[in-house]
């Protein structure tokens, strides 16, 4: 979507590797901090969908990404430090975490990844301008944070204040097809779900919708507007069968927006 984009990653010498380069280099992702090994294999997420396009069973192998130390990012921590924004997620391990958390100078976004994943940022939540996570996510962090009796009934609200209560300033809870909730200390309410003409896929809805919240917080658009864009975003994705939806452009993400570019 023309933002310069520094990805940082383990990857290996397999064929999924070198998918990922092929990708990378066709949309001008600049991947010369990542680290590459020999005898490796690339982070691997295999899903099965039911026949309304919803998750119904996914296994992972992310250890690779492990190989992302503390050490490793100091050594271009001067890099990271001249960005417009940090956008990490939980797959990272946890030292690699408090790493960003206390040496990043830039806003940092957080993507929660999982219900285990995402107690990995519990301890570091006052280092965090923005999140996403999903209802079952937050859940899982707030238990994580000591809180009880928290569960899907409750009041999206309720879970986004005890949450902005750690210092995180914008919450992006993603509520399914009821939309999204979003909470900052200044305003908060939920936005509903763009109508889909039929969800083929729901892989990569959540990533897509962050995405475009991403891309619109960086070009100065209002919080509200971002809403608006990450939701489009999250829509064209819901339509497509592949994971990351190759109709996700400017023209197609503003077509139905009620402002301009």
């Known amino acids: 979507l023309g933002i310069n984009v520094n990805l940082v ?24 901090r990542s680290l590459s090994l020999t005898n490796s294999h690339l982070s691997t997420y295999l899903s099965i969908l039911d026949p309304n396009g919803e998750m119904y069973l996914a296994v992972n192998n992310t250890n690779i990404i492990n190989q992302i130390t503390p050490d490793y990012l100091n050594s271009f921590i001067h890099k990271i430090n001249t960005s417009s924004i940090v956008v990490i997620d939980c797959n990272l391990s946890e030292r690699a975490i408090d790493f960003i958390s206390k040496n990043a100078k830039p806003k940092i976004f957080v993507d929660g990844v999982s219900v285990e994943k995402v107690k990995k940022i519990s301890n570091y939540l006052d280092y965090v301008h923005t999140i996403h ?33 750690y210092g995180v300033n914008t919450i992006l809870l993603t509520l399914g097809e009821r939309g999204v909730y979003f909470h900052t200390n200044m305003m908060d309410g939920l936005f509903p779900a763009k109508k889909c003409a039929r969800v083929v896929n729901s892989n990569g809805a959540g990533d897509a ?53």
Do not use: W
Request: hydrophobic share 40%.
């Open 209 to 261: 919708f962050f995405s475009g919240y991403v891309f619109a917080i960086y070009n100065n658009f209002s919080e509200l507007n971002a809403i608006e864009i990450a939701l489009q975003c999250a829509k064209i994705n819901l339509e497509s069968e592949k994971t990351v939806s190759d109709k996700i452009s400017i023209d197609n993400i503003f077509i139905n927006l009620s402002f301009g570019r």
């Open 9 to 32: 990653c383990a990857y290996g010498d397999d064929h999924f590797s070198r998918v990922l380069l092929d990708n990378c280099n066709m949309r001008n992702i600049n991947l010369s």
């Open 133 to 165: 996570i999903n209802i079952n996510e937050a859940i899982s962090l707030l238990t994580a944070l000591g809180f009880s009796n928290i569960s899907v009934s409750s009041s999206p609200k309720m879970i986004c204040d005890k949450l902005s209560q």
